[in-house]
């Protein structure tokens, strides 16, 4: 448990400091600034000041820290993924998460449940056998297992899904976790603002001056900010950026929509994804269940919610858990995912020198939060991309070497 927590409980006065340090003014340069305050951002900040002893360093946020998908997700943590670069990019990130709350002596709620993604078909099994092979290959813990084992680890589903698509079984990953993702945000952004790192909320990037095919400074609606440096992590804006620089990439950005039931006593412990029924379900420590399904299947940039998205997902809940009839839907929202070709991200290094990239996270951005931070800044920091994100790089697309990963992805898109 968390020390913080213990003197909270303890102490008289409100102990409590402060989150952020508020910065009146942007400084007249940087050594780095990092666009965008969502966890990703916020934790290549984190670990350019820990890691890398780079602490002049702007976070800029056109909103609020966390606000983007940071917030727009539903919190699901895994590592068992199609690709060996994939599978080694979140064993890497797993591992990491496990940590984090005492690091940041902030409870992240991060909790272990069990992940299972279920197989309605003989194709869909086959992939789930090829996934649990790459995977025990790298070391995760993932396993195939019958339908059986799905009924015992959720006695509360129809196996049958109302007869439209039976359960013939699941990828069993065992590490699958959840965690608050707003904590994680605060967690990496004080523990910057902590390191000297400025975060600037409320400051819009309005263009990226470049000279000689290098980066110069950035200008914000707060001011112009001389650096050599800038990371890019501001997922469903990613082509509004890359457009400042005439930088071309493969990303569109289609709406990916969730939404929270009313509070109900825990009933469910693993979290469940069907990629045929294009669901996933968990339920968080407040007893609410957290639902998704596929992208909208639409190109936009807004995050609209629709009573389509609504209607369709709890119909197919409804068909794993018909008792769910009566449960009250509270809250909906959606987030603006940065889809790829091939399902990977696109980290490192540009073709514009000292212009960095953290994008293309669709729909599985979350989970590789501590990991895109350390090796982003790793990669900032030594101007050289961190082994582990060589598979993602901007150049595979031009050069045909896609990192395949749409087989990994939750549900189908
Ligand atoms: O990749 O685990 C995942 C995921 C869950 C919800 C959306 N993506």
Known sequence: MPWRLVRFALSSRHPEPRMFTRHE??????DVVVIGAGGHGLAAAYYLARDHGITNVAVIEQGYLGGGNTARNTTIIRSNYLTPEGVK?????????????????????????????????D?????????AEVNKHYGVDSEVVDAAAVKRAAPAIDLSCDGHAPIKGALYHAPGAIARHDAVAWGYGRGADRRGVELHQQTAVQGIDVQGGRVRGVQTSRGYIATPKVLSAVAGS?????????????????????????????WLDPILVSGSLHVYISQSARG???????????????????????????????????????????????????????FAPIMG????????????????????????????AHTVAHDRPH???????????ANYSLTGEKGAASVGH
């Open 25 to 30: 003014r942007l400084k007249a340069s940087y």
């Open 89 to 121: 990019f979140y064993d890497r990130s797993v591992q990491l998460w496990q940590d984090l709350s005492q690091e940041f002596d902030l409870n992240l709620f991060y909790s272990t449940r069990g992940h299972y993604t279920l197989a309605h078909t």
């Open 123 to 131: 194709a869909a099994m086959r992939t789930m056998r090829w996934r």
């Open 238 to 266: 990613t082509p509004r950026i890359t457009q400042m620089l005439g930088l071309r990439t493969p990303i569109v950005i289609h709406p990916l929509q969730a939404m929270v039931s009313e509070p109900m006593k825990p």
């Open 288 to 342: 609410e269940l957290v639902m998704g399904a596929s992208l909208d299947p639409y190109e936009v940039h807004s995050t609209r919610s629709t009573l389509d998205f609504t209607e369709g997902l709890c119909a197919h809940m409804l068909d794993m858990f018909p008792f769910l009839s009566s449960v009250k839907v509270v809250r909906q929202w959606a987030g603006m995912a940065d889809m790829t070709p091939d």
């Open 349 to 376: 290094k540009t073709p514009i020198e000292g212009f960095y990239i953290d994008a293309g996270w669709g729909t599985w951005g979350f989970k590789a939060t501590p990991i895109s931070g350390k090796t982003m």
């Open 387 to 397: 082994e582990l994100i060589q598979g993602f790089s901007l150049e595979r697309f």
